[in-house]
């Protein structure tokens, strides 16, 4: 192999897939070997995760999955994606105008909830209790970051998020069963209970503090809690957008044309 070729070969590397006319394998598995062997869920672990999971793990990742396909349209990247829709392009483009909406501010709380559980972990680890621990890595977030603690709170589900308690009780049943070790239930739990605390009033754990949980417990780096939210988001992206071509409508914008936008005088717009 002459010098060029040998660098257009090793130009791109991969462990995720070896690709050969009329071979096709994934982390080692020949892709006839996995269809109709593994579930999705185990799918999307090997492929971030190169090995592939127990049926136990890839059903509590599955849950998490499941929880965070949809919020309804006012949710931005829901109603991004279905005024989208009416504006004449593909779904392929309309799923990928409403994933992009997936920021820190929406859609990134799972990730930086992630990172919160993990600080605590690493100060247990280094001796804390559970306690100083808790309030030690609220209280560091916070001086970094702000009051709003990512995981906690919802605009709409008051005092409760319905879906938190049935993922966390779903995790507390795998720790039962040795399928996680119940370690990131316990840390996110003394979370919600220390912010209540010092507000005075019982706050909500909500879907992205509930799936950060499942996360940890199942080993994902916090950076990949939020590309599984993208993953799972983008189901109700696809339900909304073609549900959205379905109904018609064209350049639809987020409130109906009779409501326009208050002006006001520069200088006063802030």
Request: proline share 7%; glycine share 12%.
């Amino acid at each position: 192999m002459s010098k060029d070729a040998d660098a257009v070969r090793h130009w791109w590397r991969t462990a995720i897939i070896d690709m050969a006319p009329g071979r096709i394998a994934f982390r080692g598995h020949p892709i006839e070997d996995l269809i109709g062997s593994v579930s999705f869920g185990q799918m999307i672990w090997l492929m971030t995760r190169g090995d592939l999971p127990s049926p136990e793990q890839a059903a509590l990742l599955e849950c998490a999955l499941v929880a965070g396909v949809d919020h309804g349209p006012q949710a931005p990247s829901i109603a991004a994606a279905r005024m989208a829709a009416t504006c004449g392009i593909g779904l392929n483009n309309v799923m990928a105008t409403g994933v992009n909406m997936l920021g820190d501010v929406h859609g990134g709380a799972g990730e930086q909830c992630a990172e919160l559980y993990e600080d605590v972990a690493a100060r247990m680890d280094a001796g804390e209790g559970l306690r100083a621990a808790t309030r030690n890595g609220l209280g560091a977030w916070r001086e970094a970051n702000g009051k709003i603690v990512p995981g906690f709170g919802h605009r709409f589900h008051k005092p409760v998020d319905p879906r938190a308690p049935r993922l966390m009780k779903l995790v507390r049943e795998a720790a039962e069963a040795g399928t996680v070790s119940g370690r990131f239930a316990v840390i996110g739990e003394a979370l919600q209970s220390e912010i209540g605390r010092a507000r005075g009033a019982e706050i909500a754990m909500n879907i992205d503090g509930a799936t950060a949980v499942i996360f940890c417990e199942l080993g994902f780096p916090p950076p990949l809690s939020r590309g599984l939210f993208c993953l799972s988001r983008s189901v109700g992206v696809l339900a909304h957008g073609w549900e959205q071509m379905q109904q018609g409508g064209r350049n639809k914008g987020p409130m109906p044309p009779a409501y326009l936008p208050e002006y006001t005088p520069q200088g006063d717009n802030v």
